[in-house]
């Protein structure tokens, strides 16, 4: 075996037993330039899975905020603090992830109606009330969501809808 093949076969090693070393050894060897040294395969692994947690994350933060615009709009007699919190909470996430990963934006959009229809199951099951009660298509724009001015009003038949 080559002194290289070696250095790689302890690198790749070192990927199950200590995930921090191992970072910090790949980094150096590819500061250092010594691309063949380098934990190729596990490093490409790792950077996909980086986007992929990314994307996941945007996507809970916007689903969450979603379901707590929902409750705060149809279920204003029960508005709290908490709510309050949880909506200043997640457009902050949203907004610190388009800060360091701008792309992520157009992703966003794409996954917007797809994570609406997700948080009126989830206002559905919080709040006891039916599915129905929520519009089929968002009552808010993709503006109005990321707006930290914006919280919506009483829907005006939310009286009627338990």
């Given at each position: 075996?080559?002194?290289?093949?070696?250095t790689?076969?302890?690198?790749?090693?070192?990927y199950?037993?200590?995930f921090?070393?191992?970072?910090?050894t790949?980094i150096?060897?590819l500061k250092?330039?010594?691309?063949?040294?380098?934990?190729?395969?596990?490093?490409?692994?790792?950077?996909?899975?980086?986007?992929?947690?990314?994307?996941?994350?945007?996507?809970?933060?916007l689903?969450?905020?979603?379901?707590?615009?929902?409750?705060?709009?149809?279920?204003?007699?029960?508005?709290?603090n908490?709510?309050n919190?949880?909506?200043?909470?997640?457009?902050?996430?949203?907004?610190?992830?388009?800060k360091?990963?701008?792309?992520?934006?157009?992703f966003?959009?794409?996954?917007f109606?797809?994570?609406y229809?997700?948080?009126?199951?989830?206002?559905?099951?919080?709040?006891?009330l039916?599915?129905?009660v929520?519009?089929?298509?968002?009552?808010?724009?993709?503006e109005?969501?990321?707006?930290?001015?914006?919280?919506?009003?009483?829907?005006?038949?939310?009286?009627?809808?338990?």
């Open positions: 075996m080559t002194t290289i093949q070696s790689t076969t302890a690198i790749t090693s070192l199950e037993q200590d921090y070393l191992w970072l910090q790949n150096n060897l250092e330039g010594k691309f063949a040294e380098v934990d190729l395969e596990n490093l490409l692994e790792e950077l996909e899975s980086m986007g992929r947690s990314d994307k996941n994350g945007l996507k809970s933060n689903r969450v905020l979603l379901m707590h615009l929902l409750k705060y709009k149809y279920q204003p007699e029960n508005q709290t908490s709510w919190y949880t909506i200043i909470e997640h457009r902050i996430r949203l907004r610190d992830t388009f360091t990963s701008p792309s992520l934006y157009r966003f959009e794409e996954i109606n797809e994570s229809q997700d948080a009126r199951e989830l206002a559905a099951a919080e709040t006891g039916s599915i129905k929520f519009p089929s298509e968002s009552p808010f724009t993709v109005e969501v990321l707006n930290a001015d914006f919280l919506p009003a009483e829907s005006e038949d939310s009286e009627n809808m338990e």
